[in-house]
Structures are given as structure tokens and as C-alpha cells.
């Protein structure tokens, strides 16, 4: 199956992604269709609409499906709840035609987004700070006595 660059190159971008990354790609692709939905609905567009609703609805599926609780505790279970709100907002926002609803949630999205970027800035930083402490890189006198000059 042949695709289009464009396509490769997001396919691409997802199998190579950290999870960090991966919870932002669903954050954009939340908004963006949304933002689609809500467009659709200026226009009258009712398969477009309960389309792009139904896509964003799967992100959350995803993000919720996502969720470890074990390791995340009661930060995981709130945003289980958050993004159980969602879906129940995106359903109303289909079944009453309502843009106001889709608004709603669209903002939800973008707060979470905006704080997962915060999450993502916070762990690049402390693996970064792990990968320059000089506890994981052998010491000089290591590496002078394991090389050897043979003359």
C-alpha cells in the first residue's frame, strides 16, 4: 500500500516517538479535530462533524486507555475522570448539535495539552541532567589504566 509523504512521515514520527511524545501527537490530533468539528458544524456539515467528533473521541479512548495506575495513582485516576468528562461532552456535543459543548471540550484539550508540554519540558530536562552527571561516565583514572600503549 502506497502512501503519501505526508502520511509516511506521521507514521513515521509515531513509531519512533517516546511516550511523552505520544500523549502530545493525541493532544494535537484532540484539538485539531475538534477544531474540524466545530468547523463542520459552522457549515452544515453533519458526516464531517460526527466524524471528526468521533475522532477525537477515539483520542481519548487512547489517552485514557493510556493511563498506568499503578505507577501515576491519583494524578491517573483524576485524568481518568477529565477524560471521562470528555467523552460524555463529545456525546452531547453530537447528539445536541451544539458548538458550545465542542468549545468546551476543545479548551479542555488545550489546558491538558498545555500541561503535558510542561510534563515533557520537565522530563527532557532531567534526562538531560542525568546524561551530563559525571556518575555514568567513567572517571579519568578509569580510563587511563584501561588503555595501554604498546611500544
Known amino acids: 500500500m502506497a502512501y503519501p509523504s505526508h502520511s509516511a512521515y506521521a507514521q513515521n514520527e509515531v513509531l519512533c516517538a517516546s511516550p ?10 484532540g484539538v485539531q479535530s475538534i477544531a474540524r468539528a466545530r468547523e463542520c458544524h459552522r457549515q452544515k456539515d453533519i458526516a464531517g462533524r460526527v466524524r471528526h467528533i468521533n475522532k477525537a473521541f477515539a483520542v481519548v479512548v487512547e489517552l485514557n486507555d493510556g493511563l498506568d495506575f499503578e505507577a501515576g495513582g491519583e494524578i491517573a485516576l483524576n485524568y481518568a475522570r477529565i477524560y471521562d468528562y470528555c467523552q460524555r461532552r463529545l456525546i452531547d456535543a453530537n447528539a445536541q448539535q451544539s458548538d458550545s459543548i465542542l468549545e468546551e471540550v476543545q479548551s479542555l484539550f488545550r489546558d491538558l495539552q498545555e500541561a503535558w508540554q510542561v510534563v515533557v519540558t520537565k522530563v527532557g530536562a532531567e534526562r538531560t541532567a542525568r546524561l551530563l552527571s559525571p556518575d555514568i561516565l567513567p572517571s579519568e583514572e578509569a580510563l587511563a589504566g584501561s588503555l595501554s600503549c604498546v611500544g
Open 20 to 29: 511523552e511524545r505520544l500523549v502530545q501527537i493525541l493532544y494535537e490530533l
